[in-house]
């Protein structure tokens, strides 16, 4: 099982090294990491994101989810899995993108939209 302990206090540091020592007296190679933490993508990041692919719905006729998956693939790419010895793929998820990683895909979705139907945030087209 792993174990996450934010760093932020000095509470949180001891905490930290006394899993540190626990994991010291278990048998076998255990690892510690420690590195910045990921910001990921803000709830007006989202809002904002959202509204624009209701805006494409409403123009196009391509239901939102239509048009997310759409925007997914384009963007983000696909990812592979296996199942049952078949490789599948699907779009990759937003919901992992960082902060900035979330910015830069809604600003290649504003392009597009711009580009393709004359459609922005505003409510302009």
């Known amino acids: 099982m792993d174990t996450v302990i934010p760093l932020r206090t000095d509470k949180q540091a001891q905490r930290a090294a006394e899993s540190i020592s626990r994991a010291l007296g278990e048998e076998g190679l255990h690892e510690c990491v420690i590195r910045p933490v990921k910001k990921h993508r803000t709830s007006d990041q989202n809002s904002m994101y959202h ?10 006729g391509h239901s939102h989810t239509a048009m997310h998956e759409y925007f997914k693939s384009e963007f983000l790419g696909y990812q592979n899995f296996e199942v049952n010895g078949r490789i599948l793929s699907r779009p990759r998820s937003t ?3 960082t902060t900035k990683e979330f910015s830069d895909y809604v600003e290649q979705v504003m392009a597009w939209c ?4 004359s459609i922005t945030l505003n409510g302009e087209s």
């Open 95 to 97: 919901t992992g993108l």
């Open 114 to 117: 711009a580009e393709q139907f």
């Open 51 to 60: 509204a624009l692919v209701n805006q494409v719905s409403d123009q196009t």
